[in-house]
RNA sequence: UCCCGGAUAGCUCAGUCGGUAGAGCAGCUGACUGUUAAUCAGCGGGCCGUAGGUUCAAGUCCUACUCCGGGAGCCA
């Protein structure tokens, strides 16, 4: 007889059968001549049923003997039931112990220190809440490429090795690069540019690098990022496309996901208000904010992480922030024509603390603007010779943004650090597992 | 780089006024036919982060260091 192998999160569509489920003890209540056995197998859980009487004895003992961990196969019939978590359970015939796992799993189910869990990143990956967090990070990325698919873009890789720092700011890995200096990348944007014009519509999606000795909840130094690049768009054009981004994320998360949203305890209807239109403000608005709200700030400086949680206190969906002064923000940025004093630039801040997950500006296009930018800036010339060719060679108005994975899936999500939104962290002072 | 907090059993923690170490959970042994982090009984388990100092006596007080956690700056 050929075995019936299915899923666990397909067994309530197999009532009354007989399968065979693949996984490891996720937990074990023996009692005396009943035993249940909760089996995950990565799709889910269900419990599995052994009773003495419906079993050898062999059996029976084997499964009572089991830790936590070990990898066996479970035959038996699915039986609807309302006690059973997942609303299925199995009434077990038979079970094959591919290896009984050593007696000290280091993760149990009660409260354990986030250090710990972190030192045990790779096993920590089994228990339901990273599995939850992860599938809706799987869930986010797959939204994301389907967003820009459906809308005529082309996913462009920028390159991990750089020769110099694209927005000359933040501190950079620096490797070896045969005899010379080489850095990791911490953005895809300028190269993304290029692409546009050679594509029209691009997006990068891949891993990013910051050196910065950043210790708090909200960083990483190896993160993943996406970034549209968008030919003949101006600011609003990718204010309205970051708007249509986040809705469209949020939708098929709240389609798709809603069973792991409700096992990390998120606030659904707090994801269900997320519906366009985004409030828009600009930085002289969000200031006049800050000061009504009685928070201490001085007009003309960037907007620190507990102004951008005040401002998004005010709203329930993201708040677009724009035209913050040229002098904090990037070189690359296009002045606003309106007024010289302000870049065209957006910040997108998530609502409840979440902070910046988005940052995009339209670019300078004009040659002779970029290269006395480049100039002020005190930037090396040579290393940015193709990136002024591209304004040397059709230039036309452009405009993209960057979008951080894990800030906009921690907020997804509403964990309260990073590190638990990408399966390997790597932080100040984490490099194991 | 700066500020704050922490380090005691495998894990989470308690440890008073300075007097030679405790609990819950996990593990192991046993009981139990509907458990949901089962319950009950029993048994093992410790260089109190490292080094120095004060003291008759230090987990406890002092100094330095190491490691960890959070925050600021910077950013996504």
Redesign the pocket.
């Known amino acids: 007889m050929t075995m019936n192998v299915v899923s666990i999160d397909s067994l309530t569509k197999h009532p009354g059968e007989s399968v065979t489920i693949r996984g490891w003890v996720y937990?074990l209540?023996?009692?005396?001549?009943?035993a249940?056995l909760v089996l995950r197998d990565g799709s889910g859980i269900a419990?599995c049923?052994f009773?003495?009487?419906e079993v050898d004895d062999a059996t029976f003992d084997e499964a009572q003997r089991l830790?936590?961990e070990s990898a066996i196969e479970i035959t038996g019939e699915v039986r609807l039931?309302a006690?059973?978590?997942g609303g299925a359970?199995i009434g077990v015939r038979a079970m094959k112990t591919y290896q009984k796992a050593a007696?000290?799993f280091?993760i149990?189910?009660?409260?354990?220190?986030?250090?710990?869990l972190?030192e045990n990143r790779h096993l920590w990956l089994r228990s339901r809440k990273p599995w939850a967090c992860l599938r809706v990070r799987d869930a986010v990325i797959r939204s994301i490429r389907g967003f820009f698919y459906e809308r005529g873009f082309v996913n462009i890789d920028s390159p991990i090795f750089t020769p110099a720092a694209c927005e000359g700011?933040?501190t950079l890995f620096e490797v070896e690069y045969f005899d010379e200096k080489a850095y990791l990348t911490q953005?895809g944007q300028l190269y993304a540019e290029a692409a546009a014009m050679a594509f029209g519509k691009v997006f990068t999606f891949g891993p990013t690098f910051?050196a910065?000795?950043?210790?708090?909840?909200?960083?990483?130094t190896e993160?993943w990022?996406i970034e549209p690049e968008v030919a003949f768009a101006e600011l609003n054009d990718i204010m309205d496309l970051a708007e249509a981004m986040l809705c469209h994320i949020v939708k098929s998360v709240l389609a798709e996901r809603r069973e792991e949203l409700t096992i990390l305890e998120r606030d659904i209807t707090k994801l269900e208000k997320i519906v366009p239109p985004f409030p828009r403000l600009s930085y002289t608005d969000a200031v006049d904010l800050l000061k009504q709200k009685g928070l201490p700030f001085e007009y003309g400086g960037?907007l620190?992480?507990?102004d951008e949680t005040a401002i998004g206190e005010n709203y329930d969906r993201p708040v677009m922030v724009h035209r913050y002064p040229h002098e904090?923000k990037a070189f690359y940025m296009k002045r606003d024509p309106q007024d010289s004093r302000f870049a065209l630039c957006v910040d997108v801040l998530a609502p409840e603390g979440y902070?910046?997950?988005?940052?995009g500006s339209q670019r300078e296009e004009n040659l002779d603007i970029l290269e006395g930018r480049i100039a002020d800036h005190k930037l090396p010339r040579e290393a940015f010779a193709w990136y002024l060719d591209l304004r040397r060679f059709g230039s036309v108005p452009h405009s993209g943004f960057?979008?951080?994975l894990?800030?906009c899936v921690a907020w997804l999500t509403g964990v309260d650090?990073?590190r638990e939104c990408i399966p390997f962290p790597r932080m100040l002072?984490?490099i194991y597992p």
């Open positions: 937990h209540r023996a009692k005396g001549k009943l249940f419990q049923v009773v003495k009487s830790s936590m039931d006690r059973a978590p359970e007696a000290d280091p149990q189910p009660k409260e354990h220190g986030t250090g710990f972190m700011t933040s953005s910051r910065e000795k950043s210790k708090t909840r909200r960083h990483l993160f990022m960037d620190g992480a507990p904090v902070g910046e997950i988005i940052g960057g979008m951080g894990e800030r650090h990073l002072y984490r």
